[in-house]
């Protein structure tokens, strides 16, 4: 059977087609993960709707509203420096850290990780924060999610901030009736755009002002989304976080939407976003080009020092005295770091789960873990190397096939691109 050319395929046939073509060709493996997301979470509609803004409009307020319990820290000064995520359950929390840990808290210490204040700079090394709450407007089995505020002094909020747009399928954005929209919250809608399919524009803190004073305000706020935007009409939903004024209006716009398009809106962000994965692949493959053309004594001098650190992470695996299942974490980490300054480009290990009560590996399992990990990226490399000993044959047959693949993700990505 001929295959069906890209622009007649939907996008659930483009999805499959990209995770089948990166399944492929090893140096993409980190795309192909987010590619499998993707065609998960568009499979299911497991959406995921943001608050979004600059530091202080008061989005962790007015998700308290919106789910009906207080449960983010709210305050005066730069408060949320990590992604709290809310999803419907019985009511728990649980922090998750970057090397996998996973630990439960109390709602009343959450403060502890996610307040700027007490984890500066995210010394804790916090991946996320993860709610579960018994909320009405989380019953559709969407994933609400708090952000850190941009632009503020801490840069770190802000990188935090801008990363998540890559996972949400909807925002709420944030302005504020004390400030007019500025050039930082533009920068942050423009990249937004990139990923997310909806907007939900609020306008917070409307007890503090008149009537007059708020009409001026949204006449002008209008104006300028209207042009950013590219439409003419923009829908604005003034709110009090405090008062709770208004929140209805926007939670029933919401809900109307999930209820009444989820397919529309998970298939035009997860075209925004397979766009920018295989952008990101590309210049993957155009690295794997390079190293594949690099001059030999370079390539060789990179390998060596890869070696190196095998050589030294075997030795560490060796005399390590316990928590291996955390060590495992920490080494699949160091590798990929130092792959990706030797090399640029992305080496992808998932990193395990390590929820409390789950059983330690044995220093006999942690060690052979060891090893693998070691074995499977130095296995990885010695191809790349040996495609370059072996015969011109076999390199120009290398360099065909991701030259092939570079050009199929190309036409892809178009395609998309046409479609937005
Ligand atoms: N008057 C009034 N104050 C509000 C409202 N919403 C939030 N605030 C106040 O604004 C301040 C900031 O609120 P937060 O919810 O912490 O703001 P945020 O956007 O989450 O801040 P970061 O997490 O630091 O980015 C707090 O002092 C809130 O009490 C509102 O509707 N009206
Ligand atoms: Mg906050």
């Known amino acids: 059977m001929l295959e ?41 509609k497991d959406m995921t709707v943001a608050v979004i803004g600059q530091f202080k409009r008061g989005k962790s307020a007015l998700s308290n509203s919106i789910l009906g319990d207080e449960i983010m820290p709210v305050g005066i000064v730069p408060v949320t420096s990590a992604v709290t995520k809310v999803v419907a359950g019985e009511k728990r929390a649980e922090v998750c850290f970057e090397n996998g840990k996973v630990e439960e808290v109390d709602f009343r210490d959450l403060h502890m990780y996610i307040s700027e204040q007490e984890n500066k700079n995210n010394e804790l090394g916090i991946k996320e924060v993860v709610l579960h709450a018994p909320s009405e407007f989380l019953k559709r089995g969407l994933t609400f999610v708090d952000t850190p505020g941009v632009g503020s002094f801490h840069k770190n909020n802000t990188e935090v901030a801008y990363d998540h747009m890559k996972e949400s399928d909807a925002v709420i954005f944030l302005l504020s009736v004390d400030s007019p929209i500025n050039q930082i919250e533009i920068d942050f809608l423009k990249n937004a755009r990139e990923f997310a399919a909806r907007f939900y524009f609020a306008v917070n803190k409307i007890d503090t002002v008149s009537y007059d004073e708020l009409n001026t305000y949204l006449e002008y706020c209008k104006m300028v989304l209207a042009k950013l935007m590219g439409e003419e009409n923009i829908r604005m939903f003034p709110v009090s976080a405090k008062t709770m004024e208004g929140t209805e209006k926007l939670k029933d716009a919401i809900i109307q ?62 005399s390590c005295p316990g928590a291996y299942n955390l060590f495992i974490n920490e080494f699949k980490r160091e590798l990929s770091g130092k792959v990706h300054k030797l090399f640029g480009m992305e080496y992808h290990y998932d990193i395990d789960l390590l929820k409390i009560g789950l059983t330690e590996l044995s220093k006999e399992e ?19 190397l040996l495609y370059r000993e072996e015969n011109a044959y076999t390199v120009c047959r290398r360099i065909n096939k991701i030259n092939r693949l570079t050009r199929e993700l190309r036409r892809i990505r178009d395609s998309l691109k046409a479609e937005a």
Request: hydrophobic share 35%; glycine share 2%.
């Open 257 to 318: 939407d999930l209820r009444v398009s989820p397919e529309k809106i998970m298939e035009e962000s997860t075209s925004k976003k397979l766009y920018d994965l295989i952008n990101d692949g590309i210049s993957q493959l155009n690295f794997y080009w390079k190293a594949m053309n690099m001059e030999y004594k370079e390539l060789d001098d990179r390998f060596n020092q890869i070696e190196l650190t095998l050589a030294d992470i075997r030795r560490r695996a060796e």
């Open 4 to 44: 069906k050319s890209v622009k007649d395929m939907n996008i659930y046939e483009k999805t499959e087609r990209i995770c089948e073509l990166l399944s492929d060709e090893e140096s993409v493996s980190g795309e192909l993960a987010r590619a499998e997301n993707l065609r998960r979470k568009l499979c299911e």
């Open 366 to 384: 942690f060690l052979k873990k060891t090893e693998e990990l070691c074995s499977d990226l130095s296995d990885t490399l010695n191809r790349i």
